[in-house]
Structure formats: C-alpha cells, structure tokens
C-alpha cells in the first residue's frame, strides 16, 4: 500500500494533468480551430458551445455508469484513455476532416475527459477520507496545472507555431490517464457482520427456571 504522501502526490498528479489540459483547451482551442484547422470564426462559437453542452451532460450520465459498474478508478482511466485517442486521432486527420466530422471529434473528446472529473472527486475521496483536510493539498495542484501549463503552451505557441496545441492536450490526457493508472485504489468498506441469532429455545429464560421451581414445591 502507498504511503499517504505518495497517495496525494498521485491524487494531485491526476488534478494537475486535468485542469493543464482544461487551461491549453480552453486558451488555446479556439487560435487552432482557426488557424490550423480553418474553421471560420463565426462557427468556432458554435463548436465551444457544443463542447460545454457535452461536458454539463457528460457528468450525470457516467455517473449513472460508475454506479453500474462499480469501479469509479477504471471508468476515470478508460475515459482519459479514449479522450487520448480522439485528440489524437484529431490532430492526425484534421486537414482531411469534414467539418461535422471534426466538430464531432472535438466535442466527444471535451465530453469523455470532462466525465472523468467528478469520478475522480469520488475517487479521491475514497482514499483520502470524507471531509479530509488533506484535500486541499491535493486539490490545489489543480489551479498549478491551469496557470502552468496554459502559460507555457501560450509561449511555445507563440515561437513554434499553433500546431502544437493538440500535441499538447493528447500529451496531456495521456498524462492524466498514467496518473489514473499509478493511482491508490479506493479503500472498500468492510461488508457488515450480523450479530449471531440468540435461540431463546435452547434453555429456559431465568424467569422460567424460578416459576419451575415454585410450581414443583406446590405440587410436593
């Protein structure tokens, strides 16, 4: 079993990965929507809306799926894994892409990797404990991973090339989901033990006892 401080350094990885990719996306997305991908201006509005739509609907709908299966750990890995694949798959076809096709594309990935947060909140809550102030420790890597991340991918943008932005969200997701995948399991709460049946059969009550008594001195 990992150490405590391993756990939140793992825990706090996960956040770091997710809320990097959340500043490159949200920065970065629409300057490669236009620029790389060409898609007009006043399409790309309709792109990041759909995008939203999908992430507020993604939410109850795995969490519905978590509560089936049971498994809130693997469920987080094999979304962060898909939202892997289709940011990669995007950056490799884009220039071949119909329009619908890459709006598809890029609203299934926002929707698969925007699942994997309130899960991993579930997640971490397992392991650290309900309440626990070791939360806040693990949490804030979040906002280092937003405010890191989207400045840097901001700069190396800006001397390389717009290219780069989905390189970097598909390394970030691949990130996140190794992250998922070196996490501590969630701690599983011990099955409850009922209390053995007392068979008021097996021998007379107290009371019982004392009226036998009584009634065999009668009758002498």
């Not at 790389?36 to 709908?61: E, N």
């Not at 694949?85 to 490799?92: E, Q, R």
């Not at 119909?98 to 994997?116: E, G, I, K, N, R």
């Not at 290219?163 to 099955?191: F, M, N, W």
């Amino acid at each position: 079993r990992a150490s405590p401080v391993l756990a939140e350094s793992r825990l706090g990885l996960f956040y770091g990965g997710y809320f990097g990719l959340v500043g490159v996306r949200t920065t970065m997305l629409p300057v490669w929507l236009q620029s790389v991908a060409g898609v007009p201006m006043g399409s790309i509005g309709l792109v990041l809306g759909m995008t939203q739509l999908g992430s507020v609907l993604s939410g109850p709908v795995f969490g519905m799926v978590a509560d089936l299966v049971k498994n809130s750990r693997t469920l987080v890995i094999s979304l962060t894994l898909a939202a892997c694949a289709l940011y990669c798959t995007l950056f490799l076809s884009h220039s071949a892409l119909p329009f619908p096709l890459l709006v598809a594309l890029t609203v299934a990935a926002s929707t698969v990797f925007s699942a994997s947060l309130p899960l991993w909140e579930s997640v971490s809550q397992s392991v650290l404990g309900a309440g626990s102030p070791k939360y806040g420790r693990v949490r804030i890597w979040g906002s280092v991973g937003f405010m890191v991340t989207s400045t840097a991918i901001g700069q190396i943008a800006a001397a390389h090339g717009n290219r780069v932005v989905l390189p970097a969200v598909a390394l970030l997701a691949a990130l996140t989901c190794g992250a998922a995948l070196i996490s501590p399991k969630p701690h599983t709460p011990a099955p409850e033990t009922s209390s053995p049946a007392v068979d008021n059969t097996a021998s007379p009550a107290k009371g019982d006892e004392g009226a036998a008594v009584v009634v065999k001195l009668l009758t002498c």
